[in-house]
């Protein structure tokens, strides 16, 4: 049974920096895909980053960083000149493919909270 923990969210104010981590329990994680999504308070679940098994990255935002650490099935998501607009909450999706798209990713997290105060 394939699970993700997210952890690292909190309150940090505007222009700020917090590292995320999603540790992973799966079977070969390293062939599988990563993403992280995030949701705000009343808007839909948006992608924020990718990396596929072998480490290359989509990251739309210049300001986030993704990486993962097949050794220790691990995941983490750098975010710095965070803004309020950032605040949601993060979640951690493992999948076969990279995709923006949320129907891809079949394995979820339970999010944490990130608040950044203006």
């Known amino acids: 049974q394939v699970q993700l923990v997210e952890s690292g969210g909190g309150l940090v104010q505007a222009g700020g920096s917090l590292r995320l981590s999603c540790a992973v329990s799966?079977?070969?994680?390293?062939?599988?895909?990563l993403a992280w999504f995030r949701q705000a308070p009343g808007k839909e679940r948006e992608f924020v980053a990718a990396?596929?098994?072998?480490g290359g990255t989509y990251v739309p935002d210049s300001r986030f960083t993704v990486s993962r650490d097949n050794a220790k099935h691990t995941m983490d998501l750098q975010m710095n000149g965070l803004k309020p607009e950032d605040t949601a909450v993060y979640y951690c999706?493992?999948?076969?493919?990279?995709?923006?798209?949320?129907?891809?990713?079949?394995?979820w997290g339970q999010g944490t909270q990130v608040t950044v105060s203006s």
């Open positions: 990396i596929n098994p072998s």
């Open positions: 999706a493992l999948g076969a493919v990279v995709s923006r798209t949320e129907r891809q990713y079949t394995s």
């Open positions: 799966a079977r070969a994680f390293s062939n599988y895909a």
